[in-house]
């Protein structure tokens, strides 16, 4: 496969340690000599995204297909092998602007306890996570098949990470979100080639 992107994600572990971390994406064709395609020497001096501002995402240059990849980190003598979720990929554009968004923050449980006395106490055992809905117009035939291809047929095991470049507010300025595919839909409704209306359904993984 050719790649675009590296994410890591959750780095608080290693950010507390003070050290400095390397973090490289190298291709092969054999297993046995290695080439550089990302290389960021101070990953965690960067700007990191995220609910946390724990996470780290790069785009680089879309290079050939290998098949042999790595992902190296480098640090000193108190590294500590302890991330989240790493990815490298190809990631996917739709080819137009986001036209709809709306956000909202659930709790999933939200428990009460109600003593003898007639006492209630609330309580909330779970982060807040967000769900987004995101709505494209004129999507071409080619990226929707390529969303369902790639996405939604992964939806029930594969997570996904959702970053933004120029305009933040769809995912409330947090930059980069790993979410879950919840549902998507596309419509048609002038049976117009390549003028899709796209939208999908969303909610953010936590951990």
């Given at each position: 496969k050719a790649v675009n992107f590296v994410v890591a994600s959750k780095l608080n572990i290693l950010k507390s340690l003070g050290t400095t971390i390397a973090l490289?994406?190298?291709h092969s064709a054999d297993d046995a000599s290695y080439s550089v395609d990302s290389n960021d020497s101070d990953i965690d001096a960067l700007s990191l995204y995220g609910p946390q501002s724990d996470?780290?995402?790069k785009l680089f240059a879309t290079t050939s297909a290998f098949r042999y990849w790595q992902v190296g980190f480098t640090a000193g003598a108190s590294f500590a092998n302890q991330?989240?979720?790493?990815?490298?990929?190809?990631?996917?554009d739709l080819g137009v602007g986001l036209d709809e968004y709306s956000i909202e923050y659930v709790i999933e449980s939200n428990p009460q306890f109600e003593t003898s006395a007639g006492n209630i106490f609330l309580g909330k055992t779970d982060l807040p996570r967000m769900k987004l809905e995101f709505t494209w117009y004129g999507v071409t035939d080619a990226n929707v098949k390529t969303f369902f291809d790639n996405v939604y047929s992964r939806r029930l095991t594969t997570?996904?990470?959702?970053?933004?470049?120029t305009y933040h507010d769809p995912l409330d300025a947090k930059r980069l979100l790993c979410c879950a595919l919840e549902n998507a839909f596309v419509v048609n409704r002038d049976e117009k080639d390549d003028f899709n209306t796209l939208t999908t359904k969303?909610?953010?993984v936590v951990g």
């Amino acid at each position: 496969k050719a790649v675009n992107f590296v994410v890591a994600s959750k780095l608080n572990i290693l950010k507390s340690l003070g050290t400095t971390i390397a973090l490289e994406v190298r291709h092969s064709a054999d297993d046995a000599s290695y080439s550089v395609d990302s290389n960021d020497s101070d990953i965690d001096a960067l700007s990191l995204y995220g609910p946390q501002s724990d996470d780290y995402v790069k785009l680089f240059a879309t290079t050939s297909a290998f098949r042999y990849w790595q992902v190296g980190f480098t640090a000193g003598a108190s590294f500590a092998n302890q991330i989240g979720k790493l990815y490298i990929g190809n990631s996917l554009d739709l080819g137009v602007g986001l036209d709809e968004y709306s956000i909202e923050y659930v709790i999933e449980s939200n428990p009460q306890f109600e003593t003898s006395a007639g006492n209630i106490f609330l309580g909330k055992t779970d982060l807040p996570r967000m769900k987004l809905e995101f709505t494209w117009y004129g999507v071409t035939d080619a990226n929707v098949k390529t969303f369902f291809d790639n996405v939604y047929s992964r939806r029930l095991t594969t997570p996904a990470f959702l970053y933004t470049q120029t305009y933040h507010d769809p995912l409330d300025a947090k930059r980069l979100l790993c979410c879950a595919l919840e549902n998507a839909f596309v419509v048609n409704r002038d049976e117009k080639d390549d003028f899709n209306t796209l939208t999908t359904k969303w909610i953010e993984v936590v951990g």
